[in-house]
């Protein structure tokens, strides 16, 4: 009897089966086979050309859930159904952005948001500027997932500076993670909206994720990366200067930051604000500017916003 052995290497098996319709359909689709799942493996008995059609549908069903984090009764049939060898859910969604925890849909919800996912496509690096609240930092991190999912790129590196804690950081207790995460937690925050607990420590565990100090990109080549540098408006002149110039082959910046709320000390200029300036002009880099409309916290908040300016 032919055997072949598929191993869970990216996901959850748990999640995988979470309902049992996925176990049951893939079951009845495939009588003629003896199926055994065990822990992180999938054995399959029968006979070989049959086992070459369950090994591709299988493998099908894995990419469906890497991208969308869920398997709903729909796709299965459209899947185990389906006489084409590859497969693919197109979305008329112009917004949808990636699938978040247990497949919510993660989209762009404003024009400009919209904007950033086109210019994300078209430019490697990208200034994204308005107040807070507008969807900066989540649009440019779902982008990210989105393009590790796809395997467009290898590693995403998430940046800030820690200004409001002194960039060395070195009088707060306990080691760079600890004094880190209380100014990094609205990165942590989307990041967990988006990829599973489980493989989220994973990707952070295996340096998939990257996610440290502006002061700690000093000599670094980011390659084959989606790299964000958020609050840009507290990098300095020569941070931002160190922190462009890590650009490597096959990399993709996003710098987001608000300058109407700088924290560095007085006198010190804004290195973003400096940068918005001196590239307005170049090919190659393309600045978008946010404003109230894009404002999606409470209803409050984009008459705040318009207050103060």
Not at 36 to 60: C, Q
Not at 62 to 91: G, R
Not at 179 to 204: F, G, N, R, V, W
Request: proline content about 4%; charged content about 25%; hydrophobic content about 40%.
């Amino acid at each position: 009897m032919n055997e072949i052995k598929i191993e869970f290497k990216e996901i959850n098996p748990q999640s995988f089966f979470d309902s049992d319709q996925t176990l049951i359909k893939i079951k009845e689709t495939f009588p003629k086979l003896k199926l055994v799942f065990r822990g992180s493996f999938v054995k399959a008995y029968g006979d070989k050309s049959e086992l070459k059609i369950f090994k591709n549908k299988f493998n099908l069903l894995v990419d469906y859930f890497l991208k969308h984090n869920k398997l709903n009764s729909h796709i299965l049939d459209e899947i185990l159904n389906s006489n084409s060898k590859n497969f693919e859910f197109v979305s008329n969604k112009n917004d949808l952005i990636t699938y978040g925890v247990k497949g919510n849909v993660i989209k762009a919800r404003t024009k400009n948001q919209i904007k950033i996912v086109e210019l994300s496509n078209n430019y490697d690096m990208l200034f994204v500027v308005g107040p807070a609240g507008t969807g900066k930092t989540y649009t440019s991190v779902a982008l990210a997932v989105k393009a590790l999912k796809e395997k467009k790129i290898k590693r995403i590196i998430l940046t800030r500076p820690a200004v409001e804690a002194g960039e060395n950081l070195g009088f707060l207790p306990g080691d760079i993670k600890n004094k880190l995460d209380p100014y990094i937690q609205p990165l942590y925050d989307a990041l967990y909206d988006m990829i599973p607990t489980e493989k989220l420590h994973s990707y952070l565990e295996r340096g998939i994720i990257q996610i440290s100090p502006l002061a700690f990109m000093r000599g670094r080549t980011l390659n084959n990366a989606f790299v964000i540098l958020d609050e840009a408006q507290n990098a300095t002149h020569s941070q931002m200067k160190m922190f462009l110039t890590r650009m490597g082959p096959e990399a993709k910046f996003i710098i987001t930051g608000d300058p109407g709320q700088v924290d560095l000390p007085k006198k010190t200029v804004s290195g973003l604000n400096e940068a918005l300036n001196i590239f307005k002009k170049t090919n190659g880099i393309k600045i978008l500017y946010l404003d109230e409309k894009d404002v999606i916290r409470h209803r409050l908040v984009k008459k705040i916003i318009a207050a103060y300016n």
